[in-house]
């Protein structure tokens, strides 16, 4: 019987299955955690998954049609218990209908830095009114305003006015302004913490912040999916979907708008912390949120505004906008403060973004002495080589096979991923993400186990496995090395990596090498001249350095040149929404940045062949 492919996002799991059988059904083959509260039996609504127009199934029941609202099912939403495989088939789980979170780098090294917000509160005491006093509530707090200090005072939003007179009589005349240079962003009762959120919209993850404006301390930190995964793994798939459909750029904008409204809420309450009785310390809700700051490549960032993107999918990848910006949150359908401002960090080129110059801020590129490479790993891998006074860049496309797709048994980083391998006197021994039972294989632990396999004598120096190596084993597609039988993996299948796999790996390597060496050549020193070499991005914060300088993704240096310094655009975010100074470093960062373009470059083809090589 024919196998039908089904390919789970976002978790990243692939899996053959018999035709006509539930979606459901196919999860639990496939070890993804999609709840079924009820068991797949009373249609609880639990196992929502997202599908196609297209998609080969089975058409909505009965059950479906009573549980679903109409928009649901419009929009594709199905249950997947109900509905059966009737060809190859991608399947968007929200994040509400699985039962294991993936695993989000929101962490980073940070550095101290003077605050400088761009919105400080200041609590006037009015003058009460009354019948010899009849100004008035919203003249009466300007006066006061100008009287201070604040000249050329802009009017704030209608709805500002409209709540003062309940905040004046409601605390005693006292009232609380959040200022934006001279204009009036936020009104409230005193001693209300006026907040910040920090946000960096990578390809695949989304990182949030919330900050206390006046202190600098984060409150709470989240870390999701990008729901635009349901349209592209990468950026150029996204960019092809948005190409063929005229309504696609409203569509991922919408998604990524309601996933940071969501994350805006889920953050609010999550720094709402209680004290021993149970009641609530501090609340915080997102009307308090007078600035943001969004960071993200070029594709994102533009998708983000409602920029048009196609323009960035075609020579000579030319961005819509590259400047920093300052754009009214409310325009964008954020629910936050009516005054709140979204600042976004300036991009370098169409391939390197906001994100990137976030982590350069980071990471103090302007405070580095001699040589260093400033590495931000993800489906699309920026790097920038400091040296001799000059900054220059490239990107490189690496793809999401670091992720793990288009590897057979690849998922991303979520409990049972297998993160780490080691070849141990002849057998295959790995760790798994939470020490779960295995159902796949990450990033992490497709590095490590291709550099096992160049050590183990299994693989030859342009990835072909050894026919003859005991722990090689001819497959239905070729060659294949099995890194966790099936007794002791949760849905029962082995789980191999095959020659197919490694090809992938080879590929996204191969890129990240190549832009390294012609950084180097360009700028006319050595890798061992390199005195650090910093690597960012969620999977460059769990790899293992020695294997990725065994298959030669990194030149071989001593151990103490590398930093991982996890989430570093996010901690370039923060600081930018704590400090216009930081802003102004930001600018001066993407300014000084030099482009080198790697698609068009003389030598790019004979570097990436070498730098295929294991």
Known sequence: MTKQRIDFQPVGRSISVDKDITILEASRTAGVGLSAICGGETGCGSCRVRLSKEAAVSPANALEIDTLTRDELKNGYRLACQTTVRGDLRVDIPPESLTAAQRTQVEGDEHSFDLAPPVIGYTFDLVKADRENLQSDWERLKEALIASGISKLEQGQLCMIQQLPTILRDNSWRVQVGLRGNTIVNISAPEIPLLGLAVDIGTTKVAGYLMDMKTGKTLARQGEMNPQIAYGEDIMARISYLMKQSSGRNELQTAILATLNRMISDLCQSASGQNEEGTPQQIYTPQQVVEMVVVGNTAMHHVFLGLPVSYLGVAPYIAAASASMDVPARELGLDVSAGAMVHLLPNIAGFIGGDHVSMLLATEIDSESGSSIFLDIGTNTEVTLATKGRKISCSTASGPA?????????????????????????????????????????????????????????????????????????????????????????????????????????????????????????TGISADELDHFIIAGAFGSFIDINSAMTIGMFPPLPPDRFRQVGNAAGVGAKQALLSTEKRMEATGIAESVEYLELAHHPDFTNEFATAMRF
Not at 441 to 466: P, W, Y
């Open 402 to 522: 670091f992720e793990g797709a288009h590897i057979r048994d690849g998922m991303r980083a979520a409990d049972g991923a297998i993160e780490r391998v080691r070849i141990i006197d002849g057998r295959v021994e790995y760790q798994t993400i939470s020490e779960e039972k295995p159902v796949g294989i990450c990033g992490s632990g497709i590095l490590d186990a291709i550099a096992q396999f160049k050590v183990a004598g299994i693989m030859n120096f342009r990835g072909g496995f050894e026919a003859d190596h005991p722990l090689v084993r001819k497959g239905e597609n070729g060659l294949e090395v099995v890194i966790a039988s099936g007794d002791r993996t949760r849905h029962g299948h082995d789980i191999v990596l095959t020659r197919k796999d490694v090809s992938e790996i080879q590929l996204a390597k191969g890129a990240i090498r190549a832009g390294i060496e012609l950084l180097l050549k360009e």
